[in-house]
């Protein structure tokens, strides 16, 4: 099993940036990616991006040129680093790591528990 923990968060202005972390402890050996995804209650939770082993990226167009996701490997953590932050940004954002299966795709291995980031207007 994968144990995760998440530190940052918290209340912002409009504008300003914040920095979320994620360290990752248990069975690391069966991670391939690491994610972030955020969500608002009565909403479904929603992922905004994803790193690969290597490096590789993704981001939800809602956002891309904004956020950014980093590993280390060697520590076993994962980051997102968040810039202009807008209200609508508001959510409890949670940090997930999958294992791939050639055989069943994606497989969803932990969830952390979520960090709440509120930005005022």
């Known amino acids: 099993q994968v144990q995760l923990v998440e530190s940052g968060g918290g209340l912002v202005q409009a504008g300003e940036s914040m920095r979320l972390s994620c360290s990752a402890s248990?069975?690391?050996?069966?991670?391939?990616?690491m994610a972030w995804f955020r969500q608002v209650p009565g909403k479904k939770r929603d992922l905004l991006a994803r790193?690969?082993?290597?490096?590789?990226?993704y981001y939800a167009d809602s956002v891309k040129g904004r956020f950014t996701i980093s590993r280390d490997n060697t520590k076993n953590t994962v980051s997102l680093e968040m810039n202009s932050l807008k209200p609508e940004d508001t959510a409890r954002y949670f940090c997930?790591?999958?294992?791939?299966?050639?055989?069943?795709?994606?497989?969803?291995?932990?969830w952390g528990q979520g960090t709440q980031v509120t930005v005022s207007s």
């Open positions: 790193i690969t082993w290597d490096g590789k990226t």
């Open positions: 248990g069975s690391i050996a069966d991670v391939d990616d």
């Open positions: 997930n790591v999958q294992r791939q299966s050639p055989t069943i795709g994606t497989v969803n291995l932990a």
